[in-house]
T-cell receptor
Framework: TQLLEQSPQFLSIQEGENLTVYCNSS?????LQWYRQEPGEGPVLLVT?????EVKKLKRLTFQFGDARKDSSLHITAAQPGDTGLYLC???????????FGKGTKLSVKP | GAVVSQHPSWVICKSGTSVKIECRSL??????MFWYRQFPKQSLMLMAT?????????EQGVEKDKFLINHASLTLSTLTVTSAHPEDSSFYIC?????????????FGSGTRLTVV
């Protein structure tokens, strides 16, 4: 059973377009993180959200944690080819210690 | 700060041999290290959690006698794939939890691409 559903799985867009990636679960998370992974590299942490309803911005990236701490979204404004990569959401279940990963969203931004 | 150094980056080995992968926390102490396996175009699957000075905890379906994990110090954890077979070919990644200095998350090694021929 996939505890963290991430969508879409693949996304190919043109430079300058906006996009949103979603992570949903029936579980409550004490925190949720977003990572970006390049081919042949380990994931790199982008942001951690811990409070329900929290919104964090990282340049053109906006991260939101759902009020109930069961879902999160990543919105990229005016995507650039440099944004191309695999985006992974990962959550730490409340009262648990393991980090659970979504299946990832492979983003391709064409110039 | 909070860097995990993973070696080797890639390794090719013959079927039946063993391969050791090392992960070192360079500027912090990692009491717990997590080991993941990632197949092409798939997400990370947790294999085991290693704790310094104690036995590792393996996820269901992961053979502990095949994937030997040692966490002898607060800065070093190793994963040894014993008697490797082609189906063990994968991308293996370690990570450690980081808290402090405004950071809360997990820092990952750069991964090891294992190819068993």
């Amino acid at each position: 059973t996939q505890l963290l559903e991430q969508s879409p799985q693949f996304l190919s867009i043109q430079e300058g377009e906006n996009l949103t990636v979603y992570c949903n679960s029936s579980s409550v998370f004490s925190s949720l993180q977003w990572y970006r992974q390049e081919p042949g590299e380990g994931p790199v942490l982008l942001v951690t959200v811990v409070t329900g309803g929290e919104v964090k911005k990282l340049k053109r990236l906006t991260f939101q944690f759902g009020d109930a701490r069961k879902d999160s979204s990543l919105h990229i404004t005016a995507a650039q080819p440099g944004d191309t990569g695999l985006y992974l959401c990962a959550g730490v279940e409340a009262n648990q210690g393991n980090l659970i990963f979504g299946k990832g969203t492979k983003l391709s931004v064409k110039p | 700060g909070a860097v995990v150094s993973q070696h080797p980056s890639w390794v090719i080995c013959k079927s039946g041999t063993s391969v050791k992968i090392e992960c070192r926390s360079l500027d912090f102490q990692a009491t717990t290290m997590f080991w993941y396996r990632q197949f092409p175009k798939q997400s990370l699957m947790l294999m085991a959690t290693s704790n310094e000075g104690s036995k590792a905890t393996y996820e269901q379906g992961v053979e502990k006698d095949k994937f030997l994990i040692n966490h002898a110090s607060l800065t070093l954890s190793t994963l040894t794939v014993t008697s490797a077979h082609p189906e063990d070919s994968s991308f293996y990644i370690c990570s450690a939890e980081v808290r402090g200095q405004g950071i809360y998350g997990y820092t990952f090694g750069s991964g090891t691409r294992l190819t068993v021929v």
